[in-house]
Structures are given as C-alpha cells and as structure tokens.
C-alpha cells in the first residue's frame, strides 16, 4: 500500500529553520506530482509548496511562503523535501505532504495520497 512518511518537524524560533522530509513507498514516486500543504488548529488545510513529477521540476508557492520556502525532490530516493527559512510564528501548523498524478495543483482535494504530517511549531 502506499505510504507518505513526512518527518524533521519540531520547536524553533521565528527566524529559524527546519527541513522536512516525506518518504514515499508503495508508488512509482516518479511519475506523482507532489506536494506540502499544512493546517492550522481551527484552521482549513492550505497548499504551501507543489513540484511537478521530475526531479528538479517546477515548482509553485503562494505568496506567503514565496522566497522563504523551497520544495525539491529525489526521485532515486522517493523522498521529498521542503526547507523552510526565516520561519514566523504563523507558519506553525501540522505540515502534510501528498501525491497525486497528472498535472500541478494547489488543491487540497485533488490529492489522492496523504502523510500523516508532522508538527512545526514557530515560537516568537
């Protein structure tokens, strides 16, 4: 069955960084879309990062994370990847990655597959 293993959240400082990780399993991680999308306690899901299926591909933000975040993606290791810099207090929130084939999208329910997720929390 298919797997999506995200880890690397934890505690930091605003202005600080984290790397996260999804391992994959269970798929042709190669031929997927992926993506990050986090929640908020009482908040709905939202799209932080998308990478189209090849490894180097193209990759979207929204503005809140443009510049501070980057998604990348090993396909030889089916592992993907999201490095957060200069972190603020408002992007704590339990971080997801998912699959989904075909093209590029920010939407939640367009994703077939999902991670457990992993928390960040961003002190101020």
């Known amino acids: 069955q298919v797997q999506l293993v995200e880890s690397g959240g934890g505690l930091v400082r605003a202005g600080g960084s984290l790397r996260l990780s999804c391992a994959a399993s269970?798929?042709?991680?190669?031929?997927?879309?992926m993506g990050w999308f986090r929640q908020a306690p009482g908040k709905e899901r939202e799209f932080v990062a998308g990478?189209?299926?090849?490894?180097?591909?193209?990759?979207y933000f929204p503005d809140s994370v443009k510049g501070r975040f980057t998604i990348s993606r090993d396909n030889a290791k089916n592992t993907l990847y999201l490095q957060m810099n200069s972190l603020k207090p408002e992007d704590t929130a339990v971080y997801f990655c998912?699959?989904?084939?075909?093209?590029?999208?920010?939407?939640?329910?367009?994703?077939?597959?999902w991670g457990q997720g992993t928390q960040v929390t961003v002190s101020s």
């Open positions: 998912a699959a989904r084939v075909g093209l590029s999208s920010r939407v939640t329910t367009d994703y077939k597959y």
């Open positions: 269970g798929l042709t991680f190669g031929n997927y879309v």
């Open positions: 990478i189209s299926w090849w490894s180097g591909g193209s990759t």
